[in-house]
């Protein structure tokens, strides 16, 4: 019975304990604005590639929140266009990113990509093929930062050379934020 009594006032003692945690917190001063909108950053990405016989274009317009002075993370829309020989395809979807700048001049990337591709092949006298799928993309990137411009190559680890928008896995970028 003592045991049973223990634990039910050890119950009470913690409800009561998160019950003032979270009252204290609640009427903190929160009259200071929100800082949020200061803080997001908007710009964007180019990314080209060149192979014998193919060519590869990249826009990615992009919103980032800047958490810190090394660390910032966000969300990106990308258009994309290729055309290999006879095959063309056209892609657009989104992603969401994560930049870090261990160094002032560095910045390490991470993106997670999902692209819808709308792909036509045409053969020399037949019928021009359609085929629409998903494709991943898994990127991490480096590059040399300078303010608000970045130069760098990004790398796809979930590259797939048969149904990838990219002409291979490594892929030049550059980023400007404002």
């Known amino acids: 019975m003592i045991k049973k ?8 003692f913690f409800a009561l304990f998160l019950l003032l ?3 204290s917190c609640y009427t903190q001063n929160t009259s200071q604005p929100s800082d949020f909108w200061d803080n997001v950053r908007l710009g964007g990405g180019l990314g080209f590639g060149l192979n014998n016989g193919g060519f590869n274009a990249t826009v990615s317009p992009s919103a980032i929140y800047q958490v810190n002075d090394k660390f910032s993370s ?13 095959d063309k395809r056209y892609a657009y979807g989104g992603s969401i990113l994560s930049l870090y700048n261990p160094l002032p001049y560095i910045q390490l ?5 999902q692209l819808r591709i709308n792909r036509s092949i045409a053969f020399n006298g037949l019928p021009t093929i359609e085929d629409n799928y998903w494709s991943p993309g898994l990127f991490f990137g480096a590059g040399y930062i300078d303010r608000n411009f970045t130069v760098g190559i990004r790398y796809n680890v979930l590259y797939d050379d048969s149904e990838s928008i990219y002409l291979n896995a ?7 934020y404002f």
């Open 109 to 113: 990337s991470a993106e997670l990509e």
């Open 170 to 176: 490594w892929m030049p970028f550059v980023r400007v």
């Open 74 to 86: 966000g969300v990106s829309l990308t258009f994309n266009y290729a055309k290999y020989d006879n």
């Open 21 to 23: 945690f979270a009252t």
């Open 5 to 12: 009594l223990s634990l039910i006032s050890k119950k009470i």
